[in-house]
């Protein structure tokens, strides 16, 4: 996981992403991409109240709680929606998406995209 983040950080500012979107359940993944100090905001979407607010202490974390869609895309859609709304990205924007969040309890896949927001 650490790996995985601290490319996603360096994949990120080399592109000079607009943010970095995490999708995890227990926070590990954000508090391993705040650790990596990247140039961009990192935007954390979990379900969990006491995760979010576990997240509001790290550095350049932005913490969002939202349900999550058994379909990851359906995720990455719905936030590319909502950030949009706030302003936080526009359409054309490039995002590094990083998850680890578990389709069914038993598998575990652990993924990095680059993205741009439609």
Known sequence: SEEICASAALMANKLHATAI???TRRGYMAHFLSR???DCPV?????????????????GILPFRMPFAPDPE???RRTFQ?????GFVREGDL????SDLRPREEDIIRSVQV????
Not at 43 to 59: E, H, I, K, P
Not at 82 to 86: D, E, F, G, S
Not at 95 to 98: A, D, G, I, S, T
Not at 115 to 118: K, L, S, T, W, Y
């Open 21 to 23: 979107f995490v999708y």
């Open 36 to 38: 990596c100090r990247p």
């Open 43 to 59: 935007f954390a979407f979990t379900n969990d109240q006491g995760v979010r607010q576990r997240l509001n202490m790290r550095w």
């Open 74 to 76: 359906d995720n990455v």
């Open 82 to 86: 909502l950030m949009k709304q706030h």
């Open 95 to 98: 995002v590094v998406v990083v």
């Open 115 to 118: 993205r741009r927001v439609q």
